[in-house]
């Protein structure tokens, strides 16, 4: 059945050095960290990346849930389709079109989705811990031989959210980085690394 939410979040790339730091702080122990999986998608033409959206599998605790996620006027639209992992095994081998209702949604961004591709996969360890008035998730990832470590706070309320994420960086005097979400920054490495194949 398909969901929709809207997603309000903001993110830091941090050093290893902090990510240990703020494990500390919130007495976060790695036994807390769970490990999930994204699968990203698009079309040979990229359409939906170009669309600033992003098509992803996400398989956690033998749970397998299809997103899209496109811009919204706050935050991100997100619209999950929960599948089977035979519906997972077959998308990923590229056996079967999207489910219907998905397609749907994609078209409602001008693209057509004859078919998409896999591009490849990201690997995350999360540990989650409230805070304030929303949730504090540290995020260590791996993908395409490399790795990075990612501080991001999902809330309700924007304006109170931004102000308690930047006062929470000011406390543990980590500088705001311009921060991409996990698939640009996985397609970004992506494209470096078919330029230098190229070569």
Known sequence: MMKQEIEIEFKNLLTSTEFHKLMDAFHIDNSQFKEQTNYYFDTPNFDIKEKRAALRIRSKNDRYVLTLKQPSKVGLLETHETLTKEETTRLLKGECPLP????????????????????????????????????????????????????????????????????????????????????????????????????
């Open 100 to 199: 219907s209702s998905m397609e749907k949604q994609i078209k409602t961004l001008g693209i057509e989705v004859r078919k998409v591709n896999l591009f490849g996969s990201l690997t995350t360890k999360r540990a989650e811990v409230p805070y304030r008035d929303g949730l504090l998730v540290l995020d260590h990832s791996t993908y395409l031989n490399h790795e990075d470590f990612e501080l991001e706070y999902e809330v309700k309320n924007e304006e109170s959210g931004k102000k308690a994420f930047l006062e929470l960086l000011n406390r543990f005097h980590i500088p705001i980085r311009e921060t991409n979400n996990k698939i640009q920054r996985f397609f970004n490495l992506k494209y470096k690394q078919l330029g230098e194949h190229d070569e």
